[in-house]
């Protein structure tokens, strides 16, 4: 590997030391509900999403909960207990299109129509430190 790569490898290394990741996969709910919730919740820190998430009445709000705590035990399982849930940010969250499972559904004179279950995946990532928005104080000018 040339130095000019190997450098960039341990600049990314040293970027993700302080970041932590969870997935989910296959949530039997359409990525279009999920990412409803998620865009409200985006670059808050752990303690705004999780009131944040009380507060809201949707179907996708408990996976997402859930997943959001795996992020935060994993972040204080591999920190070794000393990252604490106030200095955690939700540093990205990415909602995807997961496979469809196609149906059969009976319908009127012997008919069938097809009935697609759409899916999601969930990809959330915590970091100690705040992340890095346009503008002053996260707002664009």
């Not at 959001?68 to 035990?73: E, G, N, T, Y």
């Not at 999601?120 to 430190?129: E, F, L, R, T």
């Given at each position: 590997?040339?130095?000019r790569q190997k450098q960039k490898a341990q600049q990314r290394n040293a970027a993700k030391e302080n970041m932590w990741e969870a997935s989910l996969r296959y949530l039997p709910m359409s990525a279009r509900k999920v990412r409803?919730?998620?865009?409200?919740i985006r670059g808050l820190s752990i303690l705004q999403v999780m009131d944040s998430l009380a507060c809201m009445h949707k179907g996708s709000v408990r996976p997402l909960r859930h997943v959001?705590?795996?992020?935060?035990?994993n972040a204080k399982e591999r920190s070794k207990g000393v990252v604490d849930d106030t200095q955690l940010y939700l540093h990205t969250i990415a909602i995807h299109k997961g496979p469809m499972r196609k149906r059969i559904r009976a319908r009127a004179q012997g008919r069938a129509t097809r009935v697609r279950k759409q899916t999601?995946?969930?990809?959330?990532?915590?970091?100690?430190?705040l992340p890095e928005m346009g503008g002053e104080n996260g707002t664009e000018s």
């Open positions: 590997m040339a130095t409803v919730v998620a865009d409200k959001i705590h795996s992020a935060i035990a999601a995946h969930v990809d959330v990532v915590v970091s100690s430190k």
